[in-house]
């Protein structure tokens, strides 16, 4: 476990390094194109088919430093260093993504996460495959695990952006193998319990984002469950699992490396009974329910 997180943190800082070490460069373009974080667009291009065709090879990384982790309105760890690292070629790439932070505010246990992503990005459309590993389980368990047990998941990824002069996005995810199970009483004999059910535990997201003069930008999202899933405890059908407003500053450092501020406020607008048989709402008074928020500094290689 030593040797995990210690590979765990080296992946996560090694943005800051490079970054201290990134030069500035201009890219050749040529009288076709304009070009914008490596990625091309045609001057022609239509309001709403605008996208960014990625040229060749691309590259990038990020590494922050955040006060809490926050996931889909879902409260999953204290403070963290989070990082990941991306290469592609044609649209297509691969996306590795690591976590490393306590469990709590405590400082006693720490929990190290890494997620695995194959995927296609064109055209506003971005789907892939993320493998979820959390490192309190065996790397190939793809066992499925009643709540509230953890271990490896298998998610699938769909996202569409209407384009960069109207950037609503709308992202569906599916888990559709691993931890991410519950069991339900049996018809036949009381007190039995039946095998454990996979739930396809889904998540869409609806979000815009816009962006101001000075790197500034801010993101809002609504996220929901349609059905019951690991993310309301398997408790319900549909829910509002989320509402989020993100508020970003970024500064560039040279035409390779950026820095970013940004503070994050979520609010979860449903909460469990005491009991935890049934989910409660107060739509009217959210601070009755789960209010997050976050402090994230970072770097970026561009």
């Known amino acids: 476990m030593q040797r995990v997180t210690a590979l765990a943190f080296i992946v996560g800082a090694l943005p800051f390094l490079l970054c201290a070490g990134a030069y500035a460069g201009e890219k050749e373009l040529t009288d076709e194109v304009k070009a914008t974080d490596g990625k091309e667009i045609h001057e022609g291009s239509r309001w709403l088919d605008d996208y960014r065709a990625p040229v060749g090879f691309t590259y990038g990384a990020q590494a922050r430093v955040q006060t809490t982790y926050l996931w889909r309105g879902l409260y999953a760890g204290g403070m963290n260093i989070q990082g990941d690292a991306n290469v592609g070629y044609g649209g297509l790439y691969f996306d ?125 999202a609504v996220g929901v469950t349609p059905w019951r899933s690991l993310y309301t405890s398997y408790q319900r059908g549909f829910a509002v699992q989320n509402v989020e407003v993100r508020l970003r500053k970024d500064w560039d450092v040279s035409s390779h490396c950026g820095l970013m501020v940004q503070g994050v406020l979520s609010v979860k607008p449903w909460a469990l009974a005491a009991d935890k048989s049934t989910a409660e709402w107060h739509p009217l008074d959210p601070w009755a329910q789960s209010v997050n928020a976050n402090l994230a500094v970072g770097v970026y290689l561009k």
């Open 96 to 220: 590795m993504w690591w976590n490393i932070g306590t469990t709590d505010w405590s400082f006693k246990t720490f929990q190290p996460e890494v997620d695995l992503a194959l995927g296609f990005s064109r055209w506003g459309i971005d789907a892939s495959v993320v493998f979820i590993h959390n490192f309190n389980c065996p790397f190939f368990d793809f066992s499925n695990h009643p709540y509230p047990s953890s271990g490896n998941a298998l998610e699938l990824d769909f996202r569409y952006t209407v384009s960069s002069k109207l950037p609503l996005s709308i992202l569906w995810a599916t888990r559709v193998s691993a931890s991410d199970g519950y069991t339900e009483d049996s018809p036949l004999a009381a007190g039995l319990s039946t095998d454990t059910i996979r739930a396809y535990s889904t998540y869409i997201e609806f979000s815009y984002t816009h962006h101001f003069a000075y790197g500034i930008s801010l993101f809002g």
